[in-house]
Each structure stands twice: as C-alpha cells, then as structure tokens.
C-alpha cells in the first residue's frame, strides 16, 4: 500500500504540474502568466488527483488486463 500511495503523489506532482502549467500558459498567455497562479491551481489539482489516482488505478489495472491479456508462455 505505501508503495501505490507514493506512486500515486509522485505521479500526481508530476501530471498535475505538467497539465497546470500549460493550461494557465495557454488561457493566460506569458504576458498574464503569474507562478502564484500556476502555484494555486496546481495545490488544488493536486489535492483533486491523488484520492483520484488512489481510487481509479485498481478499476485500470483491471481493465487493461481485461483488454491486454497476459501471454502465455510454452
């Protein structure tokens, strides 16, 4: 459990910070583009994502097992 709780924060810095930054880059454009605002979207994406991630990951994994099989070795 520790190890998809710290999946899940690290994945969520990343994706988070990733997605803010250049969604604020985008509407704002650099001349408005401020780091507090890119700072207080990430703190509240990040705090959206990480129950998300630790909530969803089990119902993907299934999933793609169900889409991907694993192959059967001879």
């Known amino acids: 459990m520790k190890q998809k709780i710290a999946f899940a924060m690290i994945m969520g810095v ?10 604020i880059s985008i509407n704002l454009g650099w001349q408005l583009f401020s780091w507090q605002k890119w700072l207080a979207s990430w703190l509240v994406s990040y705090a959206i994502v990480i129950p998300a991630i630790l909530v969803l990951s089990p119902l993907v994994e299934r999933l793609v097992r169900r889409l991907v099989p694993p192959k059967q070795s001879i």
């Open 14 to 23: 990343i994706t988070t910070g990733i997605i803010s930054f250049s969604l």
